[in-house]
């Protein structure tokens, strides 16, 4: 299997996969969602995996080995791609104080891959953007509900219950502005 | 400015998070909302190296998280964190239950404003 022709999405799927097999619950967050949900509008170059149980992280290095995938520090990088692979991520996965339990598999030709659907991926940037004033990743919230179908009804309740309404409305606001042009 | 050792008997929490230096670290996170390494180093009296580890390791858990300005590291307490109502809640419990001189120790200004070129007196 040649890793250097697959999309983002099917190769996190062969990460994810591959840990999934050894009985590890692998979940892709990140920018790497955007990715995949932005349909091309945005590009990341770390894969990055929430993995449990933590305590058998040892266990992943072997399996990366095993599809071609070397340590350096904390990230998993191979010869032939650009994309590198994080497995660094403390568990739980979590959007903002919202702790989310391990979403369903999808396959993806094949493979089983678990990601954050495209609510939690627009709440795991908009936590960026409301904590740590990343305007970056306010725009990738924005590619994601423009490419896929958000709850944002749900959203905003998320955004409320980590007190930030005001900066919601911004979303909103912007949200709308780019729906009409 | 604070010796190990008095550092290390008043510790609270240490048992809880495994050392002094950490709870330390901590509380002065939630008091002075940021600060860098060598600050704490000085305050801590331990050594640089000593403090970065424990930066290290609760960056990498996302407990705290850091940001350059100019030259110099600040770190902060994590708004992200997924337990840090909770953190601070334990901290600000820890820091009710210190004598009140050992805590106003964390509420001494250390970066207070000085004109350029004044020696700084402690």
Same mark, same amino acid.
């Given at each position: 299997?040649?890793?250097?022709?697959?999309?983002?999405?099917?190769?996190?799927?062969?990460?994810?996969? +591959?840990?999934?097999?050894?009985?590890?619950?692998?979940?892709?967050?990140?920018?790497?969602?955007?990715?995949?949900?932005?349909?091309?509008?945005?590009?990341?170059?770390?894969?990055?995996?929430?993995?449990?149980?933590?305590?058998?992280?040892?266990?992943?290095?072997?399996?990366?080995?095993?599809?071609?995938?070397?340590? +350096?520090?904390?990230?998993?990088?191979? !010869?032939? *791609?650009?994309?590198?692979?994080?497995?660094?991520? *403390? #568990?739980?996965?979590?959007?903002?104080? +919202? *702790?989310?339990? !391990? #979403?369903?598999?999808?396959?993806?030709?094949?493979?089983?891959?678990?990601?954050?659907? #495209?609510?939690?991926?627009?709440?795991?940037?908009?936590?960026?953007?409301?904590?740590?004033?990343?305007?970056?990743?306010?725009?990738?919230?924005?590619?994601?509900?423009?490419?896929?179908?958000?709850? *944002?009804?749900?959203?905003?309740?998320?955004?409320?219950?980590?007190?930030?309404?005001?900066?919601?409305?911004?979303?909103?606001?912007?949200?709308?502005?780019?729906?009409?042009? | 400015?604070?010796?190990?050792?008095?550092?290390?008997?008043?510790?609270?929490?240490?048992?809880?998070?495994?050392?002094?230096?950490?709870?330390?670290?901590?509380?002065?996170?939630?008091?002075?909302?940021?600060?860098?390494?060598?600050?704490?180093?000085?305050?801590?009296?331990?050594?640089?190296?000593?403090?970065?580890?424990?930066?290290?390791?609760?960056?990498?858990?996302?407990?705290?998280?850091?940001?350059?300005?100019?030259?110099?590291?600040?770190?902060?307490?994590?708004?992200?964190?997924?337990?840090?109502?909770?953190?601070?809640?334990?901290?600000?419990?820890?820091?009710?239950?210190?004598?009140?001189?050992?805590?106003?120790?964390?509420?001494?200004?250390?970066?207070?404003?000085?004109?350029?070129?004044?020696?700084?007196?402690?």
């Amino acid at each position: 299997m040649k890793l250097s022709r697959l999309t983002t999405e099917e190769l996190a799927a062969v990460v994810g996969d +591959e840990l999934e097999r050894r009985g590890l619950t692998a979940v892709l967050t990140g920018g790497a969602c955007v990715m995949v949900y932005a349909e091309g509008k945005y590009v990341s170059h770390d894969l990055d995996f929430v993995v449990t149980p933590s305590d058998r992280l040892g266990e992943v290095e072997d399996a990366l080995a095993g599809l071609g995938f070397r340590a +350096e520090g904390r990230m998993f990088v191979h !010869p032939e *791609i650009e994309m590198a692979v994080d497995v660094g991520n *403390i #568990p739980p996965v979590s959007v903002g104080r +919202e *702790i989310l339990q !391990p #979403p369903a598999p999808r396959v993806v030709s094949g493979r089983k891959l678990r990601m954050l659907s #495209p609510t939690d991926c627009v709440k795991d940037r908009l936590a960026a953007f409301y904590f740590w004033h990343d305007r970056q990743a306010l725009e990738q919230a924005l590619l994601v509900c423009l490419a896929q179908p958000v709850n *944002i009804r749900e959203v905003g309740r998320w955004s409320r219950a980590e007190g930030m309404e005001e900066r919601y409305r911004e979303f909103q606001r912007e949200l709308g502005r780019r729906r009409r042009s | 400015m604070t010796n190990r050792r008095s550092l290390e008997r008043s510790a609270i929490l240490g048992p809880l998070f495994g050392s002094a230096l950490r709870e330390w670290i901590l509380l002065s996170l939630l008091t002075m909302e940021e600060s860098y390494p060598r600050e704490l180093a000085q305050e801590t009296g331990y050594t640089l190296r000593a403090v970065q580890k424990q930066l290290a390791g609760l960056e990498e858990g996302g407990v705290v998280f850091s940001r350059l300005r100019g030259r110099t590291r600040l770190y902060s307490l994590n708004p992200r964190y997924v337990f840090r109502r909770e953190l601070e809640a334990l901290l600000r419990r820890a820091l009710d239950a210190m004598p009140v001189e050992e805590r106003e120790r964390f509420y001494t200004p250390r970066l207070r404003p000085r004109k350029p070129g004044k020696p700084l007196r402690t």
